[in-house]
């Protein structure tokens, strides 16, 4: 039966309003801070990634402004053909002194990172072993891939599961390359990779690890250096991939690990090949964001202390924040429908929190995200908590009695 394409979004986004996953973004007046502006209404925003506060920090506008006076705004062609200018090789060596290996090679984007380094490491005769509940970039990077990966054949590990993971390489040996890829920190738990052993089994069974460290940069490790860095595995993790989006504030992703491994990527990683490097503004902000991480230990003191007091306050007034070890704190709720109305309560009493569910997590694990950084205040957060106890009382989500 023939269908227009009209008709078929029609339906299709019918039913996704229908099952409560349809989205629409909120339009943002203001720069990405604590408190924004968002649609005309002023809100504590508690779903940025801006961790350390250096999306608009003072330094790394300056040195973006510089940027454009001295390079104009666009790099003009791919790294490749002439559009890598000496501020992207500078931001580059920067990078492999802050993560302590030898090389890195910087890509548009965290997702073009992850979509570009797999597949041209991971080859035909491969396989790659994976955590369930990594990055939708990860999972389209081993799509790519001629490698053997999928979940039906086994190659997939139940989350953090360790004998899972052990039984999967024992399963795994005929493969000439085997490599496990997990998130450090996981974007939508909050919860660490369990990287020493993760390491540990690679190393007996002869695999090797990637490791994306999108919500670890700015957040673990030395100076915000990442997972490898954290748990002191310098020299036993062969690929880090990172973003410079997140905690770093501006755009862009990169891998770090070899000579070899940078040398191989400007060579087969298409999204380097075949897209346009970044705007000289874009290089020269994130060796200002790096700067700053080096030397001023405060942004990351305020985001722990942040997100130590939102997570214990939440926990005290008997939300469920599912075990995030890290500032990422998801609030549990369960019901799709429940925590759309959970997000939309919340924003009446002026917080913005976006409800994460389905296909992002699991059926019935739909949850509030929230994401307290180094650019809330403390009665930004004060009142941001005041706001859960009210809505999560009058959902039924947590208890009416006083506060153990
Ligand atoms: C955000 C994210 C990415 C993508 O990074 P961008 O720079 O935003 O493209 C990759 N992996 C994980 C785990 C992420 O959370």
């Known amino acids: 039966m023939n269908q227009t394409l009209q008709t078929w979004l029609g339906q299709q986004i019918q039913s996704l309003k229908d099952q409560h996953l349809y989205k629409t973004p909120r339009i943002l007046e203001t720069p990405a801070e604590g408190k924004v502006r968002m649609d005309g209404t002023d809100v504590i925003n508690l779903s940025s990634n801006n961790y350390l506060g250096l999306a608009n920090h003072p330094k790394v506008r300056e040195a973006a402004l510089k940027a454009v006076e ?7 062609a791919v790294r490749w053909i002439g559009g890598t200018m000496s501020v992207h090789d500078e ?14 090679l910087v890509f548009q984007s965290g997702w073009t990172s992850n979509s570009g380094c797999i597949p041209s490491i991971m080859v035909d005769g491969d396989v790659i072993i994976s955590d369930e509940l990594n990055h939708a970039s990860i999972i389209d990077g081993v799509r790519l891939s001629p ?15 360790m004998n899972n993971l052990e039984d999967i390489l024992k399963r795994a040996a005929s493969f ?26 690679a190393e007996k069974y002869d695999a090797f690890v990637m490791v994306d460290d999108a919500h670890a940069a ?27 989006s997140k905690a770093l504030g501006v755009m862009g992703g990169y891998i770090a690990g070899s000579q070899l491994l940078k040398e191989w990527l400007i060579n087969r990683g298409r999204p380097y090949l075949f897209s346009t490097a970044h705007p000289p503004m874009v290089a020269a902000a994130l060796i200002a964001a790096i700067d700053v991480m080096e030397t001023d230990p405060e942004p990351m003191q305020r985001l722990w202390s942040n997100a130590k007091w939102w997570k214990s306050e939440l926990a005290k007034l008997g939300f469920d924040t599912m075990g995030s070890e890290t500032p990422i704190t998801p609030v549990l709720i369960g019901d799709e429908a429940k925590a759309a109305q959970m997000e939309k309560m919340l924003w009446d009493e002026g917080v913005y929190a976006l409800s994460i569910a389905y296909p992002t ?20 957060l004060t009142r941001a908590l005041e706001a859960f106890a009210k809505c999560g009382r009058k959902l039924g989500l947590i208890g009416n009695g006083v506060r153990v």
């Open 70 to 76: 001295e390079w104009g705004v666009g790099a003009g």
């Open 91 to 104: 931001l580059e060596r920067r990078l492999a002194k802050f993560k302590h290996v030898e090389a890195v």
């Open 147 to 161: 490698a053997e990966y999928r979940k039906s054949r086994g190659w997939v590990y139940n989350h953090k599961d």
């Open 176 to 201: 000439k390359k085997r490599m496990i890829v997990t998130d450090g920190v996981f974007s939508m738990d909050g919860d660490i990779a369990p990287l020493p052993d993760i390491v540990e089994l």
């Open 218 to 244: 700015g957040v673990l490790g030395k100076c915000g250096a990442g997972t490898t860095s954290h748990f002191n595995l310098y020299g036993r993790v062969d690929v880090q991939m990172g973003t410079l």
């Open 361 to 380: 997590v699991p059926r019935g694990k739909a949850r509030i995200r929230t994401m307290p950084s180094a650019a809330h205040s403390q009665e930004d």
